[in-house]
């Protein structure tokens, strides 16, 4: 079965920071460049940031430009999201996915067609 399971949203105070992973399993994790969206109350859900596991270059929403940063360890195949300086707008739920690497940078401007989704974690910055 194919898995990616996102973990590490918790309830942060603004200026504060978290970590998020996404472990995959069950697909061939070298075809698919790795993307994690975020869906806000009342909002669309919107791309922030992506990553290839093939060359490792990475792409950033303008809105988390210098604040997060997104890796990807391939011998675990897992992929993470280290967000700081968080900001109450930051709140959403966070979900983690895999998309072909014809969107990798696509995501981050709302392009992409998902193959596969991870269930989401819970950021909650609190001002």
């Known amino acids: 079965d194919v898995q990616l399971q996102a973990s590490g949203g918790g309830l942060v105070q603004a200026g504060g920071s978290l970590r998020l992973s996404c472990a995959a399993s069950g697909f061939t994790f070298d075809d698919y460049a790795i993307g994690w969206f975020r869906q806000a109350p009342g909002k669309e859900r919107e791309g922030v940031s992506c990553?290839?596991?093939?060359?490792?270059?990475?792409y950033y929403a303008d809105s988390v430009k210098g604040r997060f940063t997104i890796s990807s360890d391939n011998a675990k195949n897992t992929v993470y999201l280290q967000m700081n300086s968080l900001k109450p707008e930051d709140t959403a739920v966070y979900y983690c996915a895999a998309v072909r690497y014809r969107w990798v940078r696509t995501v981050v401007r709302g392009r992409a067609t998902v193959d596969y989704w991870g269930q989401g974690t819970l950021v909650t910055v609190s001002s």
């Open positions: 990553i290839s596991s093939s060359d490792g270059s990475t």
